[in-house]
């Protein structure tokens, strides 16, 4: 997963098996595992507010994530002190990303606006936040991304911003469609926008995706139901907020990024395993 789950986990996954899974074989292999969570946390069981590193309705998770014991690495003096944003280095106008190119991008322009917290929630501030997505159509303009449907010349799906002194960002941006990948016949990817925070450091980036509320391809995503925790899934989901809401202009989205604590946004952390939940 990581930086390349955008398109290693769309369209192109590794080879589906001879005979793929049906929708309906493989939402019963999500109900078992769900049902069989839920008895171990009603018998005093952990709970995990983290995905599962190895998610069989995942197909390919058993390929991204280690399976040997993991050894300690001093990081390179470099990353140690690199990055460093400042004014200069990221531009007000990179975080609105319908202005990029000469035309109107299609499709449902939104705001999407959060802070970025602590476990203990104290805002963030100067912490470089970059997204990337879809566009309205479900198609990321990288040349790995081949299925039929339109590439929008107006956009990119790119963009970065860094947290005020709250912790508030804010992007301005279209609203993803929804999108087949080949995990199993006719799967399709909810609407979702990808996140990177990159911390102080380079070896502290993390990477994690923001949902829509009320999406109806939520109960069918393996990669959203890894997390077998309702109420970690739930923090994925972004809240319709009409303050953000600009007449005649665009939907408002909230969605708080918390980095630590019970309450931690899920990430994309498995260079770490399940260690990662420890190392902030």
Known sequence: MGETEDFSNSHVLEKPDARQNTQR????????????????????????????????????????HPTKSLHHADPETIE??????????????????????AGEPQGERIVVAGKVLDGDGRPVAGQLVEIWQANAAGRYIHKRDQHPAPIDPNFTGVGRCITGADGSYSFTTIKPGAYPWKNHLNAWRPAHIHFSLFG??????????????????????????????????????????????????????????????????????????????DHE
């Open 200 to 277: 102080s450091e380079f070896t502290q980036r993390i990477v994690t995706q923001m949902y829509f509320p009320g999406d109806q391809l939520f109960p069918l995503d393996p990669i959203y139901q890894s997390i077998v925790d309702q109420h970690a899934r739930d923090r994925l989901v972004a809240t319709y907020n009409h303050e953000l809401t600009s007449p005649e202009w665009a939907l408002g989205y909230n969605w708080d990024i918390v980095l630590t604590g019970s309450k931690r946004t899920w990430t994309e952390n498995e260079a770490l395993g399940v260690e990662g939940d």
């Open 25 to 64: 074989e493989m939402s019963a292999e999500i109900q078992a595992i769900s049902a069989g969570y839920g008895k171990s946390v009603n018998a005093g069981g952990a709970v995990l507010t983290q995905p599962r590193l190895d998610y069989p309705p995942y197909r390919s998770s058993i390929l991204r």
């Open 80 to 101: 140690l002190f690199s990055p460093a944003f400042g004014h200069q280095d990221v531009n007000p106008l990179e975080s609105d990303l319908t202005i990029v190119h």
